[in-house]
């Protein structure tokens, strides 16, 4: 039976564009996914609140490399169960083709790995959370030393640009698997263009990746289950800004990209950050809200190499670390199912357990 699908035509709507010599990239290097190694991301704090304290000053100072990439919710502090879970779920993939390394979040009930072998003919090995997840979001921050706070709430000068895409095992039936998108400032205040920006803070459903025709009507299977595209890239665009000081006189950056996740529909999906950007803008005639339709790009993936290779057989002086960088032995002997660090020396590498 044909399941309901709640994506128009509408969204295909394009948002405008600014031109690109009229916006300045200031995205912290730490988040350019291109450059950085296959294998597992490291998360290096977890706050157990829907926010991290603010003012986010010691979190900053303590954790800042050229971008910091946290997690909050939930029992999320290190040490604790979920974001054990969590961690071995969350590294860089390379997908190939015309989209390459990505940022990855998987659910340890996601079938991407089946999906892509059929696909593909490839084992992506992609690794995936080890239980089910409490709730959580994720958090981006800005550049504290590079972040405008010349714009305001009518002329925001900041373009926040998310190029995403998402695997799910039940396309359409998942609903939300990012419930809210938005940014808060220095003080933990929700960074807006109007009240109307504010109060409408776009999800991410999973039909949005299902793949259509000409006529824009989606493609189902022998079995009346919509399709999955992995050509199909959601580009979330929106605008803020970021005052330098608050009406307290507290300095308002940096400011942090807040994803809520959806938890339990992401334990059965995949999500692939291609794109996570801020541009400052010279100038900004229309700015675009989150009340606006989505659009979306098309990138093909053409991977050609595993995500996370195994090995089985280490030399002498080897030591091997959970995600969590707590040392569990000197050899792959009676692992558990996980992603692995194997430590020689200098040298370092991952290691999948199925």
């Given amino acids: 039976m044909k399941k309901s699908l709640l994506i128009a035509a509408a969204l295909l709507a394009a948002s405008p564009v600014i031109a690109q010599e009229e916006m300045e990239d200031i995205t912290p ?211 803020f800004h970021c005052p330098g000081i608050d009406e307290d006189k507290n300095l308002a950056y940096p400011l942090r990209l807040k994803m809520e996740m959806n938890n339990g529909n992401l334990n059965h999906s995949t999500v692939f950050f291609k794109e996570v950007k801020f541009f400052k803008m010279a100038s900004n005639p229309d700015p675009i809200k989150m009340t606006r339709s989505h659009t979306y790009k098309t990138m093909v993936p053409n991977p050609t190499a595993t995500g996370i290779q195994g090995v089985r057989s280490f030399g002498e002086g080897t030591m091997v670390y959970n995600a969590a960088g707590q040392k569990v032995g000197k050899s792959a002997e009676g692992l558990g199912k996980g992603v692995y660090v194997v430590k020689n020396g200098s040298k370092s590498q991952k290691l999948l357990v199925k």
């Fill in 29 to 239: 290097s730490g988040y350019n996914y291109d450059e950085m190694p296959v294998g597992l991301v490291n998360i290096p704090v977890g706050y157990d609140t829907a926010n991290p304290p603010a003012p986010y000053d010691p979190i900053v100072q303590e954790y800042y490399d050229n971008g910091l990439f946290i997690v909050v919710g939930g029992q999320m502090v290190s040490g604790t169960k979920y974001i054990d879970r969590l961690r071995p779920g969350v590294s860089i993939v390379d997908l190939g083709g015309e989209v390459g390394k990505v940022l990855t979040v998987s659910g340890h009930e996601s079938k991407v790995n089946d999906v892509f072998k059929n696909l593909y003919n490839v084992e992506l090995n992609v690794p995936q959370c080890t239980d089910a997840l409490n709730w959580f979001n994720f958090g981006w921050f800005t550049d504290p030393n590079n972040t405008p706070d010349d714009g305001t709430a009518d002329e925001p000068n900041i373009r926040c640009r998310i190029v995403m895409n998402i695997c799910s095992n039940s396309i359409g039936e998942a609903d939300n698997v990012i419930n809210k998108v938005y940014m808060m400032d220095n003080q933990g205040n929700v960074r807006s263009v109007s009240t109307e920006f504010e109060a409408e803070r776009s999800s991410v459903n999973s039909a949005e990746f299902a793949e259509y025709d000409d006529d824009g009507e989606p493609v189902m299977d022998e079995e009346e289950n919509y399709v999955y595209d992995p050509t199909r890239w959601l580009v979330y665009e929106f605008d």
